[in-house]
């Protein structure tokens, strides 16, 4: 039988603000917490009362932090310990979502009808841990001399209508040593060509 889930629309999230404001949010807390933490390593002595409790829930609630002289320490410790809590939360959802999906393949795998029971197994070796049905990308690589890639660019200007001009330089053919002038290769100084070298 078939799960037919239909999503409630509408729900608002648990307060009305941006991923920005949010993250901007998380950011303030943490540095008011830092703060307390470095007051309580000099030796200050923090309580957590009920009406900081109280106030810390409607911090988060709100997602607005009240200006800092209206916030006790307390309030801030009990405010990191519900955002830490909630970030947890965030986190261990996609853990206990892939749980429930599944145990219900693993129900569904022993169903009466093969096909149920074959498309079960089927999602459940697609996990990522199990990988048992993950496709494959074949990569074929086609090695080609620098000649043969040369002339298909040839030809495919030339579909164009493009004049190809060969362009490479022309390199001088080679010289033998005999032949060479080395004063002039070298560029001898000029006290040396004129004979009279200067010692040291």
């Known amino acids: 039988m078939p799960l037919l889930v239909t ?10 603000t941006t991923p920005e404001e949010l993250n901007d949010f998380r950011q303030k807390a943490h540095a008011l917490f830092d703060t307390v933490q470095e007051l309580i390593a000099q030796g200050a002595e ?8 109280a106030q810390s829930h409607q911090i988060a609630a709100s997602g607005t932090i009240p200006p800092v002289k209206t916030i006790t320490p307390g309030t801030i410790i009990n405010l990191e310990a519900i ?12 853990r206990r979502l892939r749980n429930y999906v599944t145990n219900k393949l693993i129900v569904e795998s022993v169903d009466p009808d093969p096909r149920q029971r074959m498309k079960a197994l089927e999602n459940l070796g697609k996990i990522a841990g199990v990988g ?5 990308v074949d990569i074929n ?29 022309q390199e001088p053919a080679p010289v033998s040593l005999a032949d060479l002038d080395l004063d002039k290769e070298l560029g001898v100084l000029e006290s040396e ?4 070298g200067t010692s040291t």
């Open 7 to 16: 999503p409630e629309v509408g729900i608002p999230l648990p307060f009305d």
């Open 46 to 53: 923090v309580e957590v009362t009920p009406s900081d409790k």
């Open 83 to 94: 955002l830490n809590e909630w970030d947890q939360e965030v986190l261990d959802v996609s």
């Open 132 to 136: 048992l049905f993950s496709e494959r």
């Open 141 to 169: 690589v086609t090695h080609r001399t620098v000649h043969d890639i040369e002339a298909d660019l040839i030809k495919t200007l030339e579909l164009y209508g493009a004049d190809v001009v060969d362009v490479t330089p």
């Open 193 to 196: 060509s004129d004979g009279r």
